[in-house]
Antibody, heavy 120, light 110 residues
Framework: QVQVVQSGGGVVQPGRSLRLSCEAS????????MHWVRQAPGKGLEWVAL????????NYVDSVKGRFTISRDNSGNTLYLQMNSLRPEDTAVYYC?????????????WGQGALVTVSS | QSALTQPASVSGSPGQSITISCTGT?????????VSWYQQHPGKAPKLMIH???QRPSGVSDRFSGSKSGNTASLTISGLQAEDEADYYC??????????FGGGTKVTVL
């Protein structure tokens, strides 16, 4: 069955960097768009970024543009989120997610989440 | 990239039906049928309940149904059960090739 298993997360100081990873299995990874969605403590879901199946299209929420980069390794079935210049307001559980359809129109399957805490 | 608008809370008694609204704009929900609903229990990852406005994934109870009219989508839960108590989020594709979520609705079973 579809699985997305996340790694990374942890505590990082403001202004520093962190990379999240997500390994996919149970489906043809190179055929599906992928997303990152985050949830600050006690708050709602916020879509963060998407990448097309071939990596040619990336889009971001305004608050992370220029700081975060989504990427993928289709040969290794892995999705990444490189987070630079982290701010306290980036503190959240970050979910890796697969699009429901091959396009990136809706989130269908979610990872278990990884907590990122930005604090000095 | 403004969030879709949902009521903060909705409640109902077991067996009743409740409806959660989700209001967007012509830049997202009003234009696209890529509208989804997610259920999230505390400490858990979200779960897809409805996609493409009204389609239920395999394994989701038929007590859950979705619809859309204009800039507003709705999720109806019929025959409310204790296990339906959770947070619910709507989501839509947007004109800028991004996604947007609603603020979430807490469903309480009285």
């Amino acid at each position: 069955q579809v699985q997305v298993v996340q790694s990374g997360g942890g505590v990082v100081q403001p202004g520093r960097s962190l990379r999240l990873s997500c390994e996919a299995s149970g489906f043809t990874f190179r055929s599906y768009g992928m997303h990152w969605v985050r949830q600050a403590p006690g708050k709602g879901l916020e879509w963060v970024a998407l990448i097309s199946h071939d990596g040619n299209t990336e889009n971001y929420v305004d608050s992370v543009k220029g700081r975060f980069t989504i990427s993928r390794d289709n040969s290794g079935n892995t999705l990444y989120l490189q987070m630079n210049s982290l701010r306290p307001e980036d503190t959240a559980v970050y979910y890796c997610a697969r699009s429901l359809h091959p396009y990136f129109d809706q989130v269908g399957y979610w990872g278990q989440g990884a907590l990122v805490t930005v604090s000095s | 990239q403004s969030a879709l608008t949902q009521p903060a809370s909705v409640s109902g008694s077991p067996g009743q039906s409740i409806t959660i609204s989700c209001t967007g704009t012509s830049s997202d929900l009003g234009t696209y049928t890529y509208v989804s609903w997610y259920q999230q229990h505390p400490g858990k990852a979200p779960k897809l309940m409805i996609h493409d406005v009204s389609q239920r994934p395999s394994g989701v109870s038929d007590r859950f149904s979705g619809s859309k009219s204009g800039n507003t989508a709705s999720l109806t839960i019929s025959g409310l059960q204790a296990e339906d108590e959770a947070d619910y989020y709507c989501s839509s594709y947007t004109r800028t090739d991004t996604l947007v979520f609603g603020g979430g609705t807490k469903v309480t079973v009285l």
